[in-house]
DNA sequence: TTGTGTGCAAAGCATTTGCACGGCT
DNA sequence: AGCCGTGCAAATGCTTTGCACACAA
């Protein structure tokens, strides 16, 4: 199962990197403007190598549409309940935890922390409301 | 936005807590078993307004369906990569997580916190394969 | 009686897949 | 040449919705 080089994945991985937090159609539409021939199915396809790879992070928080994240380091993030948005948070992950799960008798590979909240933005947006 | 009560809500509510960690699909299959004119959107249906009321917590793991959890503490979950069975962590809640995020700027509410691994089962499994 | 909940089927979305074609190697 | 990746459209799977009828209040 080698794998191909193509000027669709280098271009959606590209893309991928200058959109914060990008869903599928998010991507989709951003590589559209300098690749309007791209399927739809083509970007759903190479997120998925490049999950698979271990060059991307795919986040499902309750919401229908996954995000991708890329970035190389594990961090947790926080989704605003009001914009939506997704936030990086600037914590760092927690071995301490794998290793008190798998005290307990699991093999723990990784874990995923997210909270739900309020951003700064939209606290600061209710208390104009108030007033 | 009184709400009523209604034989469904109540036989579905009850087959909830005794099945771990369900899926809408599997709440239906069982309820049907004592009610067989049951519909899949009325389950689907009760299981939102039990969500909302806060009787019912929907976890969203990685997967296409969300199961729900019938607990009023909070815990956090592991999922099994192998079996994609999903278990409670014996680990508690950890408000202090919230007040470091809080401490950020963020209001937060709440976190969700879910392992990747194995389980003790599983394990075992892979072990006598080997031999 | 009055409107909310139900059951059914159809619609909605996000995601995947089948297939023929195009382009690396 | 051989075959993997692409683009399109169709299929899939979970969830929601529209509508007429039933039933709790």
Chains 1, 2 share one sequence.
């Not at 936030?87 to 301490?96: A, C, Q, R």
Request: net charge negative.
């Amino acid at each position: 199962m080698d794998r191909r080089e193509t000027v669709q994945r280098t271009i959606i991985l590209d893309t991928i990197k200058s959109i914060y937090h990008p869903t599928v159609n998010d991507i989709y539409e951003q590589v559209k403007k300098n690749y309007p021939q791209i399927g739809k199915a083509t970007v759903y396809r190479n997120v998925n190598l490049l999950v698979e790879d271990g060059l991307l992070r795919k986040i499902c928080i309750g919401e229908k549409e996954a995000v991708y994240d890329w970035d190389l380091d594990s961090h947790y993030h926080l989704r605003c309940s009001e914009c939506k948005n997704i936030y990086d948070i600037d914590l760092d992950y927690s071995k301490e935890l794998d290793e008190k799960i798998e005290s307990l008798g699991f093999m723990v590979s990784h874990h995923e922390l997210v909270f739900t909240g309020v951003c700064p933005k939209c606290q600061e947006k209710n208390t104009k409301m108030e007033e």
